[in-house]
């Protein structure tokens, strides 16, 4: 079984960058695609983006396309989230999940692992 756990969160300010990461235990990495999601306080867990397993189709949710990059290092076994421009509705906490369907999944019903979260506060 995967085991995921995200760092690289933080406090910026409107406009400022950062880069999340997602370590995963499992050696058999590359056999799941990946995503991103996250959650803000009294609001539904949301898909940010996903990114199949052999790391050449992305899919963003429109409140992130442009701004957010998915990629994967699958000899590193991690994933990452390029977070550039953010904006106060991004504060949230920040989750990667992992999944054994193959496509680019956005449902999270259909993740199977789950990190810790990592928070992201946007200052504006």
């Known amino acids: 079984q995967v085991q995921l756990v995200e760092s690289g969160g933080g406090l910026v300010q409107a406009g400022d960058s950062l880069r999340l990461s997602c370590a995963a235990s499992?050696?058999?990495?590359?056999?799941?695609?990946m995503g991103w999601f996250r959650q803000a306080p009294g609001k539904e867990r949301e898909f940010v983006a996903t990114?199949?397993?052999?790391?050449?189709?992305?899919y963003y949710a429109s409140s992130v396309k442009g701004r957010f990059t998915i990629s994967r290092d699958n000899a590193k076994n991690t994933v990452y989230l390029q977070m550039n421009s953010l904006k106060p509705e991004d504060t949230a906490v920040y989750y990667c999940?992992?999944?054994?369907?193959?496509?680019?999944?956005?449902?999270?019903?259909?993740?199977?692992?789950w990190g810790q979260g990592t928070q992201v506060t946007v200052s504006s």
């Open positions: 999940a992992a999944t054994i369907d193959y496509g680019l999944v956005s449902r999270a019903s259909r993740y199977d692992t």
């Open positions: 499992e050696e058999m990495f590359s056999r799941y695609g």
């Open positions: 990114i199949i397993r052999s790391n050449t189709r992305t």
